[in-house]
C-alpha cells in the first residue's frame, strides 16, 4: 500500500465502534482505513445480547456480517497491525491541511485526513483466583448483555458496596426473576470480599439508601473474604470459596457472579503523544469527546467505542461510530468548501 495514499480516515480499531464509522463513510464514498490487530475486549462471549437484530448472536458472526456489508462498497481498506505512533501534520499532497501520519508495529505507515481512535479499554481484573479463569464465561459486568440464560440460579455480586453499582447490579438481578429458594430467600447475594459496616462507612446517602432498598427486598451481605472462583464444570456456574473471620471455609455455588472492574484506556501512550484530553468515566479513565460527533480536543480526532463513551455497550459502540462518520463528513466537506472558495476567489 503506497506511503502517498491520503485516506480521509485511518481508523484504529476494528471493532462495533470502528466499523461503525467506516460504514457510515462509505455512505458518503469516503475512503477510510481500519487497523486492527483482531484482540477484542469480548474474546471468550458466546452470544451478545440486546443488540437489536443481532440478540444471542455470536461476536464474531456480527463481525463478518458487518465485514462482507462495508466491502460491498469498495472504500474501504483493512491492515492486520498495531499502531505505534501517530503525529498531526501538515500534508502537502492534500493542499497542506493538517492530517496523520500513522505508523505500525510492522514499519508500515499511513496518511490520514483524519484519525478516529477505536482501541478500546482493557479490564483489569481484581487479585482473587480464579477470576480470570471464570472471566467472561460466569463473570458478567453487564446484565442487558448477560444473565437471562442463568436467571433462575443463584446470583451473587462482587464488591463492596460503597459505590452504586453494587446495590444497583442487586436491584437488577432481583427484577431478574421473581423465583425465591425454598426458604423464602431471594436468589441474590452480596459479596462484599470482607468485612462491612454501612454504619462506619463514608457512603453517599442516595447510595445507602439504594442499599438498604435491596437489602429490604431480601438481599443479603456476605461478609466472609473470598479465597477463591472455582469453575463448576459440568454443573453451570462458579463456585465461591469464602473463609470467616475464624477460618472456616465454605464452598457456595452460584449461577454467575456479577462484577464490573476497573478499566483503563488501551493505546495510552498514542493517546498522550496526541495531546488528547480523558476524563474520569465510572470505572476508569475515558477519551473526552464533545456530542453530537464524538470530537476530542484535536480537530481531525474522534474516539468512539468504549474508549470515548460513558456506557459501554455493542450498541453504543455503534452509535458513537455512525456519530463520529458524520463528524467526519462535515468536517472534510467544510475544508472542500473552503477550498472551492478560495478557488473562485471568494474568501
Known sequence: MAAKTIFDAIIIGGGPGG?????????QSRTSLVISHKVFRNDGIEASHAVLGHDHTHPQEIWAKARQQIDRYGTTSYAEDEV?????????????????????KTGQSWLGKTLVLAMGVKDIF??????KENWPR???QCLFCDGWERRNTQKAILGAPTGMVVPMMASMALGMNKERNEDGSVKVTILSDGP?????SNVEPSVVKQLKAVMARGVKIDQRKIISLENSEPEEGVNVR??????????????????????????QQLIKELGLETEKGGHG???KVTAPFQVTNV??????????????????????????AGGIVHYLNGLDDEEALAAAGLE
Not at 19 to 27: F, H, I, K, N, Y
Not at 126 to 131: L, R, V
Open 19 to 27: 466499523l461503525s464509522t467506516a460504514l457510515g463513510l462509505c455512505r
Open 84 to 104: 505505534v505512533s501517530a503525529e498531526k501534520q501538515e500534508l502537502p499532497e492534500w493542499s497542506g491541511h493538517k492530517g496523520f501520519l500513522v505508523k505500525s
Open 299 to 324: 480537530p481531525g480526532i474522534y474516539a468512539v467505542g468504549d474508549s470515548g463513551v460513558q456506557l459501554t455497550h455493542v450498541t453504543t459502540a455503534m452509535l458513537s461510530g455512525v456519530s463520529a
Open 196 to 200: 462491612f459496616k454501612l454504619e462506619e
Open 285 to 287: 479513565d475515558i477519551i
Open 126 to 131: 481484581p487479585p482473587i483466583k480464579g477470576y
Open 242 to 267: 469464602l473463609r470467616d473471620e475464624n477460618g472456616q471455609e465454605e464452598n457456595v455455588h452460584f449461577g454467575f457472579i456479577v462484577h464490573k472492574p476497573q478499566t483503563e484506556l488501551n493505546g
Open 138 to 140: 460466569n463473570i458478567y
